[in-house]
C-alpha cells in the first residue's frame, strides 16, 4: 500500500469566507439578527436558520468527498453511507491549473484544475474546489506528476496539425 503523502478536503469555512455564495449565506445572520431586534418577531430568524442549513449542506457536501495524494496517484475517496473510491494515476494527468479569485486569494483557497487522460476524468477537466494552501498543493502534485512520468519513463508528446500552403 503506497504511502500517503497529502490528505485533504474543500474547506467549508475557506467557502464561507472565500465566495461570493459564502458572503450571502453569513450575511443571513445578522440580517436575521437585527431583523429580529428591529421587528419583535422571531419571523426575521428564519434567515439565521437558511445560513445554517446552507452552511450545513456545503459541511456534508464536502465531508463527503476525501482527496488522497500518495507518489503515484490521486485517490477520490466519495461518499458518507454509499461510498466509491477513484483513483487517478499521477502520470496520466496531463495540465494542472490553479485558479483564484481576489476574494479567494483573501481567504487563501483556491481551485485545482486537473487534465488527465485516466478513465475516471474521461477528458474532461476535474475540478478541486476550494482548497487551502492550493498553490502548496499544486506545486506538490505537479512534482510528484513529474517524478511518477519520469519513474514509468513516460513523456508527453504535443501532436500539432501545421498547415498547408495551396
Known sequence: MPQTLDRFRSSTWGWLRGTLAGWGTLLLVPIGAIGTLMTGTPFPLGFIALALLIAAAKWFQNLATTYEVTQDRLILHR???RKS???????????IRIDFSLINQWAGIGTITLLSSDETTAGRPFAIRNIEQAQKRREELRDLVNAARQARGVR???MVQEATMP
Request: negative net charge; glycine residues 6%.
Open 156 to 158: 508527453e508528446f504535443d
Open 85 to 95: 473510491i477513484d483513483e487517478i494515476e499521477l502520470y496520466r494527468i496531463k495540465d
Open 79 to 81: 461518499g458518507i453511507l
